[in-house]
Nanobody, 127 residues
Framework: QVQLVESGGGSVQAGGSLRLSCAAS?????MGWFRQAPGKEREGVAV????????????SVKGRFTISQDNAQDNAKNMVYLQMNSLKPEDTATYYC???????????????????WGQGTQVTVSS
């Protein structure tokens, strides 16, 4: 069982930055960030593999967002971050942290690969 707690959302003007944090307890194979805007489908934003720390991104955020991690040696509590720079109004959404313990995560950041989800944190970007 993995528990996820997100923090760091808020409101910012276009061009600004925010950093989201996610605290995860338990073993994870990979972790990801997703977002969902009102009336739209959930979108994968970024994924990072717990071993090795390599990250992959949706085309819509490449070059602007960076996913990173800070892992405890015993997986007791791992942290995953999403640094969001050059924010645009279209980045406005509820952002969710997700974790997979299943041994497979697509580099295309697909929600079906994840079995644990955080409660979500709101990000609002004004023009």
């Amino acid at each position: 069982q993995v528990q996820l707690v997100e923090s760091g959302g808020g409101s910012v003007q276009a061009g600004g930055s925010l950093r989201l944090s996610c605290a995860a307890s338990g073993y994870t194979y990979c972790m990801g960030w997703f977002r969902q805007a009102p009336g739209k489908e959930r979108e994968g934003v970024a994924v990072i593999y717990t071993v090795g720390g390599r990250g992959y991104y949706a085309d819509s955020v490449k070059g602007r967002f960076t996913i990173s991690q800070d892992n405890a040696q015993d997986n007791a509590k791992n942290m995953v971050y999403l640094q969001m720079n050059s924010l645009k109004p279209e980045d406005t959404a509820t952002y969710y942290c997700a974790a997979s313990s299943g041994g497979y995560c697509s580099t295309r950041v697909e929600s079906a690969d994840f079995d644990y989800w955080g409660q979500g944190t709101q990000v609002t970007v004004s023009s």
